[in-house]
């Protein structure tokens, strides 16, 4: 049974490009939360999905962040127009319906703008 | 507004000496809470997860403590190895509808050979 898997594990972008984030969860999870965490910080909530719908958003800049978790595929945290101050690491967790307590953690995306 | 903050902030300690990593949260309306291990440049690792209705977990040489009247969880490291240097990070899932984990900002760890 595969874990969360994330891709890119690196991504490199000027500033001004867009940037996409893609995260698989484990088999039988249905369950999808992105989680930003910026150079010397904790890790804080961005979003929380399941398939095609949006739960929680309240953790997401207002502005040029979009997350999505469609039915077929991964989930996709989209970063437009980036800025270098959007420069972290970003990951995925995974859970069942009914323990999300219990998330199962990605290798998470590095993201470093130029 | 739940806060987790984690005390010391890096700790460095020889081999062998068994040690304490400290986790307090405002809020104790608190549903779980789970220790993770991050070692740099890579993901979580999950270590011990507390339920709110236990007083804690054990796994090998770690042990780790959730006291909710107090807002307080710790974790002990028996025997410490140079292969326990990570960061250790604690999270609090919060009751009433918000599942999400809230994180403190870890504690790095240092063992010396």
């Known amino acids: 049974n595969a874990g969360v898997m994330q891709n890119p594990r690196h991504l490199v972008r000027r500033r001004g490009q867009e940037a996409r984030l893609r995260c698989s969860p484990m088999?039988?999870?249905?369950?999808v939360y992105w989680y930003r965490q910026l150079p010397e910080e904790g890790l804080k909530f961005m979003v929380y999905l399941q398939k095609e719908n949006i739960i929680d958003e309240s953790g997401m800049p207002k502005e040029r962040f979009s997350a999505e978790f469609p039915k077929e595929g991964p989930s996709i945290l989209r970063i437009q127009q980036v800025v270098r101050g959007d420069s972290a690491a970003y990951f995925c967790?995974?859970?069942?319906?009914?323990?999300?307590?219990?998330?199962?953690f990605g290798p998470g995306t590095r993201l470093t703008v130029t | 507004k739940q806060e987790v903050t984690q005390i010391p902030a890096a700790l460095s300690v020889p081999e062998g000496e068994n040690l304490v990593l400290n986790c307090s949260f405002t809020d104790s309306a608190i549903y779980n809470l789970q220790w993770f291990r991050q070692d740099p440049g890579k993901g979580l690792t999950s270590l011990l997860l507390?339920?709110?209705?236990?007083r804690e977990q054990t796994s090998g040489r770690l042990n780790a403590s959730l006291d909710k009247s107090s807002g307080r969880s710790t974790l002990y490291i028996a025997a410490s190895q140079p292969g326990d240097s990570a960061t250790y990070l604690c999270?609090?899932?919060?009751?009433?509808?918000?599942?999400?984990?809230?994180f403190g900002k870890g504690t790095k760890l240092t063992v010396n050979p």
């Open positions: 967790a995974s859970s069942t319906r009914d323990k999300w307590y219990e998330q199962y």
């Open positions: 999270a609090g899932g919060l009751v009433g509808g918000s599942e999400k984990l809230v």
């Open positions: 088999k039988g999870h249905s369950h």
């Open positions: 507390i339920q709110s209705s236990q």
